[in-house]
């Protein structure tokens, strides 16, 4: 079946000299993989290597068999074009983490419309504004809303929070804890949105434990989910330019 649809690039793999494999997630269908044959040596097809950077946004024309093997795609233009994403270099180091970070996370291959708007305007987001150093943090969070399991808020008061139930906790126990001072960043990200992350002042140190903490998280909650290799870069982008 052709389809007409938006699509957001996760990954994008070469195989064998002139080929790729495309990872995304669409808007009609989900999480699909495509093989572009040849595209790395075209120059004047309808596909160009330059269109499948992590996290680009795309209109593509695609054929879905959906029989579980790779799609193909006949068509693709950009139909968002970041101004500083790929130019800046610690908006960069994010979209890499953030591009393996979905990649890990998300693998339904069916049609969720608020998860693909969620995605497609936060990326937006991250694109225009200036001050995104916490925007990673509180985006993983945001995401486990869609994916099941963002935190119980019920008992928010409580001084621990126990990243194996999910949940907050008046006494630590043996599973992984939350505590201290990243317990009280925790909450604050909870309770605000994307315009008003810069208000939460942090040390790198305090920013890099809160992190490691939350791909944990996801480590926890999602099978065979694996901490992304690029989490080492985007730490040490953001110790020298953030």
């Known amino acids: 079946m052709q389809v007409t649809t938006k699509a957001i690039v996760f990954t994008a793999l070469k195989y064998g000299d002139t080929s790729l494999i495309v990872k995304a997630f669409t ?21 160009k290597s330059a269109y499948f950077q992590p996290l680009t946004q795309l209109e593509i024309v695609a054929n879905h068999k959906n029989k579980g093997s790779l799609e193909s795609i006949r068509e693709a233009k950009v139909y968002y074009h970041y101004q500083t994403l790929y ?12 591009a393996e970070l979905l990649g890990n996370s998300i693998r339904e291959e069916e049609k969720n419309e608020d998860l693909f708007q969620f995605l497609e305007a936060s990326l937006q987001w991250l694109d225009v504004h ?17 994916l099941g399991f963002y935190p119980d808020v019920y008992q928010l008061d409580r ?33 605000t949105n994307f315009d008003a992350i810069h208000t939460i002042k942090m040390k790198k140190t ?32 953001f110790n020298t330019y953030v």
């Open 27 to 47: 808007a009609s269908d989900g999480v699909k993989s495509y093989l572009l044959r040849g595209v790395l040596s075209s120059k004047k097809g309808k596909l």
């Open 87 to 98: 130019v800046n270099m610690a908006k960069n180091a994010m979209a890499l983490f953030l």
């Open 130 to 146: 200036d001050e995104i150093a916490n925007f990673h943090l509180y985006f993983m969070l945001s995401l486990t809303r869609f």
């Open 159 to 191: 001084p621990y929070f126990d990243l194996l139930e999910g949940e907050f906790v008046a006494k630590e126990t043996l599973n992984p804890m939350l505590r201290g001072e990243n317990i009280y960043y925790f909450k604050a990200f909870l309770g």
């Open 206 to 237: 305090n920013r890099q434990e809160l992190l490691k903490s939350l791909v944990l998280y996801f480590e926890l909650h999602l099978q065979g989910f694996k901490k992304p290799k690029s989490l080492a870069v985007l730490n040490e982008v």
